[in-house]
């Protein structure tokens, strides 16, 4: 998801021009008072959404995890009765 994120939204920036295949490849950077606005729009829009994305992979891990000890958990149970001739 990450990966097929990162490139559709490199993608969207080429679409828009905002990304040029020649020196200095950010058409903001090329007047200084766009190149202003530019840092700081990835600096605030760019760095929260890395920091967002980042903590939605967390949390899908930390789901994950839970789940495995889960079913982890419900195994060893039915391992159990079963070793004890019990019914499930």
Do not use: C, N, Y
């Amino acid at each position: 998801m990450l990966w097929g994120g990162s490139a559709l939204l490199a993608f969207e920036h080429i679409w828009h021009g905002e990304v040029v295949p020649w020196f200095p490849f950010l058409t903001a950077a090329t007047d200084p008072s766009d190149r202003a606005a530019m840092l700081h729009e990835m600096a605030t829009v760019g760095v929260s959404m890395a920091l967002l994305v980042t903590a939605a992979w967390g949390l899908m891990l930390l789901a994950v995890h839970a789940l495995e000890k889960r079913a982890a958990r419900s195994a060893d149970h039915s391992l159990e009765a079963s070793k004890q001739g019990g019914v499930l």
